[in-house]
């Protein structure tokens, strides 16, 4: 079969079935205009920004003036959770809906569909029911701004894009080169698109590289954090927390003078944490034991801004535990489009909208090696698949061979996860391990892949130290093992 004709059988077939009020059929002749049925939809996605370091999250040191105005005029969702703490299945999850188990999983699916046909592929994400594609199906016009993984912004389903070629996709450290420049360099490619696309309905993934590294803010910034209060890597840091704010004030100030915001919906959120305490210097390649590339709550927690003016009330906070996969069956909704299958996200909206709650009681999570970027396959100081459950009282991480290895947190006396009590509640961690293993079978994954882990990363217990209060620990409290009878 030849390549465009299978893709039409993988992709084609999804979205006959997940385009409501379209009917599968080809997006229409004349494009729609926007209206309260058809938002405009603008996605902003910070990189490595960690939860506390925003002035509306309680900060009182890092300034982040802009985004404490767009969390005032909307709804935040004060706990959210990542389905991983690094970019590239972070970002997926947001694309696609799907944790990045079920993602691999599809990929294989793919891969294998494609072998059988002669043919192979870089990016299985080509064939897969995506935001932008299904926005794209059902008439939004659609645009690739910043960061993106998986090669070209058409890959991913984006209408058009700044990462246009090979050359400028993603690369080992600077995520691409759309991501490193946006925001660092202007944004007149962003400002194109929307003077191109006023009259009818659009959807702006707008990712800059901040506060990703390289930590290069301008001079002026870094007065808000003058040396001797600050270490230089928190100086560094925060500063470019602060020029990730002004970058984001530069947009919502364009979409203001193009009078465009009253029907817009903006959503915020950072594709991962990171940890920085204002005196402490960076003692991790990614930022302190409990940040980017942990399964701490550090790692994986990030604010959700969703800001609509006239539909979603200002200034409230909902405090039920959301995650990332719920941003697509959410905007779809909002956008009148049928999620696809397999999806297991929670539409958003009547919660945003009526006050309804989102129903969890708590939120389950894993990470796993992954094939695709095998660089951060140890995931910080955790080796192998490792999952975390956080309900209202308790932090849960569960991870090793065979699911050996565990710890527990109290948050409401141990809220930076320094002290394991697992041993102190055998029953309770025992009822949490059954909660990740439920979990794996509720999201399709099942359990015969959980604990694999490469011989090459094989858990090292010499790695764990307990950090002291207040500084970036070097690595977690030592783990409990898990009880032979569970």
């Not at 004030?249 to 029907?263: A, F, I, P, V």
């Amino acid at each position: 079969m030849h390549l465009r004709a299978l893709t039409r059988v993988l992709v084609g077939t999804v979205l006959l079935l997940g385009s409501r009020g379209t009917s599968g059929a080809a997006a229409p002749a004349v494009a729609p205009s926007p209206s309260p049925d058809r938002p405009n939809i603008v996605l902003i996605v910070g990189d490595d920004h960690g939860w506390p370091y925003y002035g509306f999250m309680g900060s009182g040191v890092v300034k982040t003036p802009r985004l404490d105005r767009l969390a005032a005029s909307g709804t935040v969702f004060p706990y959210a959770y990542n389905t991983a703490s690094r970019c590239l299945p972070s970002l997926r999850s947001m694309l696609t809906g799907l944790y990045p188990h079920q993602f691999q999983l599809r990929a294989g699916q793919i891969r294998r569909q494609l072998r059988a046909n002669g043919r192979s592929v870089d990016h299985p994400i080509r064939f897969m029911a995506t935001l932008p594609r299904l926005l794209e199906h059902a008439g939004y016009a659609t645009f690739q701004a910043g960061k993106l993984w998986d090669g070209v912004y058409a890959n991913s389903g984006f209408g058009a894009g700044m990462t246009a070629t090979e050359g400028e996709a993603a690369t080992r450290f600077t995520g691409n080169r759309a991501g490193l420049e946006l925001g660092r360099k202007d944004l007149a490619p962003v400002f194109s698109f929307l003077e191109r696309n006023r009259d009818r309905p659009f959807f702006l993934w707008f990712a800059p590289q901040l506060p990703h590294r390289p930590h290069d803010a301008p001079d002026r910034l870094h007065a808000s954090y003058p040396e001797g209060e600050f270490s230089r890597t928190a100086r560094e840091y925060y500063a470019n927390c602060t020029w990730e704010d002004e970058v984001i004030g530069q947009l919502l100030d364009h979409l203001d003078r193009q009078q465009l915001r009253e029907n817009t919906l903006i959503v915020y959120l950072s594709d991962n944490g990171w940890e920085q305490s204002p005196r402490s210097r960076e003692t991790h390649p990614s930022a302190g034991g409990h940040g980017k590339g942990s399964v701490h709550e550090l790692g994986l927690r990030t604010p959700l801004i969703f800001a609509w003016p006239g539909h979603i009330p200002a200034g409230r906070r909902i405090e039920d535990f959301v995650s990332t996969v719920d941003l697509l069956p959410t905007l779809l909704s909002v956008a009148g489009v049928a999620v696809p299958g397999q999806r297991t996200g929670i539409d958003l909206m009547p919660a945003l909208t009526n006050g309804a709650r989102v129903g969890r009681t708590r939120i389950v999570g894993g990470q796993f090696v992954d094939p695709d970027s095998r660089r951060e396959a140890p995931y910080a100081e955790f080796r192998g698949d490792t999952y975390f459950v956080r309900d209202r009282d308790w932090y849960y991480v569960l991870w090793g061979g065979q699911l050996n290895q565990q710890m527990l947190f109290d948050k409401n006396t141990d809220p930076e996860e320094r002290e394991n009590v697992a041993h102190l509640h055998p029953t309770r961690a025992a009822a949490y391990r059954v909660a990740v293993l439920d979990w794996l079978d509720a999201i399709g994954v099942g359990r015969r892949r959980v604990g694999w882990v490469p011989a090459a990363l094989k858990f090292d217990r010499r790695r764990f130290s307990a950090g002291k209060r207040g500084t970036a620990p070097t690595a977690s409290p030592r783990p409990t093992a898990v009880p032979a009878r569970d």
